[in-house]
């Protein structure tokens, strides 16, 4: 039987009469409260609110705290995100007196120890990236994105340029798209694959001088690096435009390569992703963007400069303006600070090898039961299909991934990208061991075993199973209603 405590609300577990605390009976009686509100303006009976002890509270709440799932808890091989484990020395670090409780009003002057560590961040990023100059100010990968975009939009039309278009493959997370309409571009896709890679030919078909920016993944979404990417800069910069490396996938990079060094002009990291801050459901996150020198002047405001004496902060001559307020998001951007100061050069390459390790492995376990329809190797991740099981078993990526909660693992990416048939984008980063991606690829090859019909209705230990998913997402419901509430 299921525990009522973690899947009824307060207000259903209620019982008439029941409390947490007692106090004393009031002595003062009702008179003042009647001469302070009007009789009119007083409720005529006392609200609803749910009557329970001191142990039913405290249970429902550390149950429903047990109901979620998170990288602390379970293996969460959720591909394109990277959720990587968080160490827990960078989150105290960040929370240190002087550090966390800066205000961010506090003048430069005395301020100098955080402005120190944000330049030196600045300088890393740089470096990491193989372009100069460092924003640190967007709140998430897609802002980055946007403010890399309205960056080359001023330097375009500073140079009299009428620049239009934006290019993406069709494999590009949603929001390259999204963020290049939102800067004011035309958006073409490229749909051609050449096994997984960018076509080639169909870039040079569609680039002309009105293109302002290519924006391209790589490794691409697909888990594989587009090993032509010298060549693909190359065409844009003959046509006058600027490429945009979207950095979501550094893990694969960080201490290999660098976008600077394969002609990305632009780039954005996600701090929350490669550098270990903790993702929140849809922030905080930080989305720092590097750019080529010839950029830095539109670079939001402010920016962190040196001084003789210490640091300031400067607003470039042409910058864009402010994308965000402050500094950006400073807590995270410490996280990430840390998480580089404690690897350094050569840590930072061993989390690359390792992130790609990791997902060969798991890649090459799965083969047979959940093979890749593209590449040979993958980087950090890699793209499965559930095509074969879903044909010849009825069995579903949607249905491995609900069973895989059963199991103690959150589910995959599923149904993304497009451009893979069932896909599971399965990302396991390199903080996983072997013995959990055994486990994982156990758990997958038992489940294409099971009954069809029963897996259509997994997840069968959670409180709740199939939601609709796109009506929570659209309408969550987090009120509770009373029944005679209309
Ligand atoms: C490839 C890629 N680009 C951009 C983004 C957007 O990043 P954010 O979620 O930080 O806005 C993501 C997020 O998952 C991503 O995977």
Request: charged residues 20%; contains cysteine; proline residues 9%.
């Given at each position: 039987m299921r525990n009522k405590l973690a899947t009824q609300s307060l207000f259903e577990l209620s019982a008439a009469g029941r409390r947490a605390t007692t106090f004393p009976e009031s002595d003062v009686g009702a008179g003042p409260l009647d001469e302070l509100l009007p009789a009119e303006q007083l409720a005529e009976s006392p609200p609803p609110l749910p009557e329970l002890s001191e142990p039913t509270v405290v249970r429902h709440f550390v149950n429903l705290s047990t109901l979620n799932m998170s990288v602390d808890t379970h293996f969460y091989p959720l591909?394109?995100?990277?959720?990587?484990?968080?160490?827990?020395?960078?989150?105290?670090?960040?929370?240190?007196?002087?550090?966390?409780?800066?205000?961010?009003?506090?003048?430069?002057?005395?301020?100098?120890?955080?402005?120190?560590?944000?330049?030196?961040?600045?300088?890393?990023?740089?470096?990491?990236?193989?372009?100069?100059a460092v924003s640190l100010h967007p709140a998430a990968g897609a802002q980055g994105e946007l403010t890399a975009l309205l960056v080359a939009a001023a330097w375009f039309r500073d140079r009299g340029e009428e620049r239009t278009k934006v290019l993406f493959p069709s494999s590009a997370h949603g929001t390259n798209p999204a963020s290049a309409a939102l800067a004011g571009f035309k958006t073409v896709q490229l749909n051609k694959s050449a096994g997984g890679l960018v076509d080639f030919d169909e870039l040079v078909s569609q680039v002309d001088d009105s293109t302002a920016v290519f924006m391209i993944t790589n490794p691409n979404t697909l888990g594989i690096f587009e090993k032509e990417i010298v060549r693909i800069s190359q065409l844009l910069h003959d046509h006058g435009a600027l490429v945009y490396i979207d950095g979501a996938n550094m893990n694969a990079n960080v201490g290999i390569t660098r976008p600077g060094d394969f002609g990305g002009d632009m780039m954005h990291y996600n701090v929350h992703k490669t550098f270990t801050g903790p993702h929140g459901a849809g922030g905080p996150g930080a989305g720092p963007i590097a750019v080529r020198d010839f950029l830095?002047?539109?670079?939001?405001?402010?920016?962190?400069?040196?001084?003789?004496?210490?640091?300031e902060l400067a607003t470039p001559s042409r910058s864009i303006g402010r994308m965000r307020s402050f500094f950006g998001n400073v807590g995270i951007l410490l996280r990430g600070y840390f998480y580089l100061r404690t690897l350094g050069a050569s840590g930072l390459k061993d989390v690359a090898e390792q992130a790609v390790l990791n997902a060969n492995y798991l890649k090459a376990k799965l083969a047979d039961v959940l093979p890749v329809p593209d590449g040979e190797w993958c980087l950090h991740e890699f793209v499965a299909s559930a095509k074969r099981v879903k044909d010849e078993r009825g069995i579903t990526a949607m249905d491995i991934a609900k069973r895989l909660l059963d199991y103690g693992f959150h589910a995959p990416t599923v149904y993304f990208p497009l451009v893979v048939p069932e896909a599971m984008m399965i990302e396991p980063t390199e903080t996983e061991s072997m013995e959990t991606l055994d486990c994982f690829a156990k758990a997958i090859r038992t489940i294409v075993t099971e009954d069809p019909e029963f897996l259509h209705s997994a997840p069968h230990t959670t409180p709740i199973s199939r939601p609709d998913e796109v009506a929570a997402g659209r309408n969550p419901v987090f009120r509770w209603t009373p029944a005679c509430d209309s």
């Open positions: 591909g394109s995100c990277t959720m990587k484990y968080n160490p827990k020395r960078h989150e105290r670090l960040a929370r240190f007196g002087g550090i966390g409780d800066l205000h961010p009003y506090a003048h430069p002057e005395d301020s100098q120890g955080m402005l120190a560590v944000l330049y030196d961040l600045q300088e890393m990023l740089a470096e990491i990236a193989g372009l100069p830095a002047d539109y670079l939001p405001a402010p920016v962190v400069q040196k001084t003789g004496e210490g640091y």
